[in-house]
RNA sequence: GCGCCCGUAGCUUAAUGGACAAAGCGCUGGGCUUCGAACCCAGUGAGUGGGGGUUCGACUCCCUCCGGGCGCGCCA
């Protein structure tokens, strides 16, 4: 157990035991104008004993047993505030640090456990948006916070490769294609394709018709429908492995929607037999008006066509199926919201239990309104990234023309990427992002370079010390001055952050948690020397401090998918 | 019309129901002959869209109004 989760379990025990009561003893973090490392708001137990806070907490004062990592404890208004013994603790928290090194932070409470994560899910033949960033992204950060909990994550790219669309596209391929544009950018010439047949349609519309021939030739596969469709994933897959390769970005399973195709079936009749669909103007659909939802998930349209509500419920079995995961999770947007509460509930009525998560966020919108790629109204992701690495190329070479010209682009990359990933990693998913370039690609003040640079000013000092942090016992002393002691206590909490952004599907917590240790790690730097320190104890000692600034910065950095660099 | 989400300094965002709401950008002033100035320090600036309520305590929960976004059976 790490320090200073057992530290704050061993005065919750010292409470319950003075108190001889146990309603809610949370322990908090005191404002930083309080003198003190942890903070016991006596107000429940106050009311449970029928006494004032303030008479509860000066009892308390008196009657706790401090254990060992504890100073002392004083009663504050209706606060009972600890102060840490700064020696055994930060003694303690450094041992943790050299006892599991890059693994620091990591818990093991997965137990092995699968857990199946769908995320990014582009389209075939559209180049990325950057509204496909955000799941992406959050995806990708997800996965690896899980699997530092201990689980297994099975990241799945569920790529929408299937539906009526295809249809369109194909007819609008073989009636319209510009062979040579076709050669030289696929993917923008289907996506002309696309909203040509879109425009075409709106005054010709027999062109449906046509549409859903093609739908139709390509379901039971025909082999010109089938061999463009395979044609249009594969040069898709190539595309989008480029971007995925950049975001350094990785997935155990791409499985299309038409993989589910052929088991779409299976689970329709397993609908109809446990009497869970019912028929209904021609469609078969399943009534969700008993949890509360007044629309019903179509399973089969009265054509006889599926919809990708019906794929989605053949996907989500088959996971459950294969993995026995101990969660489902989708990151997909808020403006799926209805879906995903339609499929889960259809999964309890087909008597599948188990842990099911719509990781939801909102949409990226641009000044002028909603992304729309039928009206050419869109940010492809590609030239977001692109420019994200050019405007850091030009810093690097700015600040850094000694390095050369290979690691200025290395570290380019590693710069601008972040930085796009940042911006998505450091709020709150929930609210919508109007896009703004500037704002997408900021390189300073609150920005993955502020981290990336805490990593290498840490570096730097550990470099010129000789490299490796020096081992040995850890002097009081560097647990002193505020600065110091305030490193050891963020490099304490880091551990319970991690599973608390893991556990409540909340990636901006690491990001807010590495943005005050930057911050302290920074104002460290300027008023306590390391590789001047009076002497050979000390210095060693707060070696070891930065060492654990630059561990959890590259850990925790690396849990959002975020890299570091050496130099910048 | 019904349902869901969002509204915090000029801008972009933080804040397990708990102590005087915290950062970045911007603006003003200061700091490189000590470990990297992509940095640091100080100042400036909101009482959390409006109004009720619950609570010892509300940015956080409930109601209502306003503003914005999203969704609402045969698209994905």
Known sequence: MYTYEATKRDIVEAIRRAAGADADLVLSVPPSGVVADLA???????????KSPHEVASSLAGAVHIGPRVDSVRADGGYLNFTLARAPFASSVMSDLAQWKDRY???DVGAGRAVVIDYSSPNIAKPMSVGHLRSTIIGAALHRLYASLGYTPVGINHIADWGTQFGKLLYAFTAWVDRQAYAEAPLRELLRLYVKFDQEAQRDPTLDERGREWSLKLERGDPQARALWQEFVRLSMSEFTKTYDL?????????GESF???KVDAVINEAIRRGVAVEDQGALIVRLDDVGLSTPLILRRSDGATLYHTRDLAAAIYRLKTWNPAQLIYVVGADQRLHFRQLFATLRKLGYDGVFVHVDFGLITLPEGRMSTRKGR?????DVLEEAMLRARRLVDEK?????ADERADVARIIGIGAVKYVDLSQNRVKNIVFDWDRMLSLEGDSAPYLQYTYVRARSILRKSGDAVPEGVFDPRAAASAPEWGLITLLARFPEIVLEAAQTYHPHLVATFLLSLAQAFHGFYHEVPVLQAEDAPLRQSRLQLVGGVATVMRGGLDLLGIRVPERM
Request: aromatic share 12%; charged share 20%; proline share 8%.
């Open 40 to 50: 016991l708001p006596c107000f429940p137990l106050a009311s449970r004993l029928h």
């Open 378 to 382: 869109v940010v492809f992701l590609e």
């Open 260 to 262: 589910y195709a052929d």
């Open 400 to 404: 850094n023309p000694e390095l050369s």
């Open 247 to 255: 975001l350094d970005v990785r997935f155990e399973h791409v499985l």
């Open 105 to 107: 932070g990591s818990h």
